[in-house]
């Protein structure tokens, strides 16, 4: 975003319908929290990533080391960190 410039209405906003000064005044709204929020959730990205790194290290300390390489090996074709569906194959 440009500075000064206002950022644009969020989708869901875009269809309220809001008149010329609600859609103002919401986009103000924005550019006055935005900076604060965007700091917040840069923050909070970096703790929930140690946290999560902190968990998996003490799962992994469960397994064995072919059980680990299998896990990375399904983290590297699905490349998330945690495979959040259970598994649906037969065994």
Known sequence: MIPGEL???????????LTG?????????????EPR???VM?????????LADSAD??????????QRR????MRTRTSRKFILQPDTKPH
């Open 42 to 50: 840069r923050g909070a990205s970096v703790a929930l990533g140690a």
């Open 21 to 33: 000064a609600q859609h103002d005044s919401v986009r103000r709204a924005m550019a006055r929290w």
């Open 70 to 73: 299998t896990l990375d090996g």
């Open 7 to 17: 950022p644009p209405l969020p989708p869901a906003y875009e269809r309220l319908g």
């Open 37 to 39: 929020l965007d700091s």
């Open 57 to 66: 290290a003490a799962m992994r300390a469960a397994l064995t080391p072919e």
